[in-house]
């Protein structure tokens, strides 16, 4: 007897039934893409959120906002930019902090869950995907058996385990895009800890008074004569700012 060959069955299988086995392998394409794309994405955007957090609790403690945020600027990544907006908002919105922070921090992760519906459309279909092949090759194997052919029964096991090969080809797509999905919803569930993390903190100095009123005609009156400027000044000035120059309106507030 000779011996099962899966490599053969499947490819067996794909030419024959092409109608499953193409949506099927466009579907692990997709998996294997947004894996791809996402594995690189959280790691460009990892950082050590529990050293940040005590350093940005430290300068809101001496009440230098401009320190703070450019803490969140140089940590970089969602975590940063959802700092950053929380220093700004403290700073000019204490009133409706809440609800303009949650804000912000669904926005980001929207950014955090983007392809992630993918995975899960592809965990729940890639099945049924499999199970239609596997129909299909099953009516395919009781037709040509109907035909009553020499050997018709034994090609007919052969075309029904070559079309139980769609079943596990589906299976496989979709436990693999299942299994992803949770591990990267794992992990935006993370970020929006950290987001909370980072929300009480804000919370917990939004009585505090850090002075920006005049701060922020300050950032009015340098805005207007940046719009008057040609960039050659504005790198001067950046320059003056890098050496020591007291700039004339907060970091933050840009």
């Not at 594995?39 to 529990?50: A, P, Q």
């Not at 009480?200 to 100095?205: D, I, N, V």
């Not at 002075?211 to 207007?224: I, K």
Request: proline share 3%.
């Amino acid at each position: 007897a000779n011996p099962f060959n899966l490599t053969q069955s499947f490819w067996q299988y794909f030419q024959n039934d092409l109608i499953s086995s193409i949506p099927i392998t466009i579907c692990s394409f997709l998996v294997v893409a947004v894996i791809i794309e996402r594995l690189m994405f959280y790691s460009r955007n990892h950082r050590d959120i529990s050293a940040f957090v005590h350093a940005l609790q430290s300068q809101l403690e001496k009440g230098n906002l401009e320190a703070a945020q450019m803490l969140a600027s140089q940590l970089g990544s969602v975590v940063g930019e959802v700092a950053e907006e929380g220093i700004r908002l403290l700073a000019v919105q204490k009133e409706d902090f809440s609800r303009a922070y949650d804000i912000t921090v669904n926005l980001v992760v929207r950014k955090l869950q983007k392809y992630l519906p993918i995975l899960a459309t592809v965990g729940a279909v890639a099945p049924f995907l499999g199970l239609f092949g596997t129909v299909s090759g099953v009516i395919k194997a009781l037709f040509h058996m109907s035909l009553g052919s020499e050997g018709a029964s034994l090609g007919m096991i052969g075309e029904i385990s070559n079309a139980l090969i769609a079943t596990g080809y589906g299976l496989a797509i979709a436990i693999i895009a299942v299994v992803s999905y949770n591990l990267f919803s794992n992990i935006v569930k993370r970020y929006g800890d950290d987001f909370m993390l980072l929300k009480l903190l804000f919370l917990s100095f939004s009585n505090v008074d850090f002075g920006v009123e005049g701060l922020v005609r300050a950032h009015s009156q340098q805005q207007a004569t940046h719009n008057n400027s040609n960039p050659e000044d504005m790198i001067k000035d950046m320059t003056k700012q890098s050496q020591g120059a007291k700039p004339s309106y907060p970091e933050f507030l840009r």
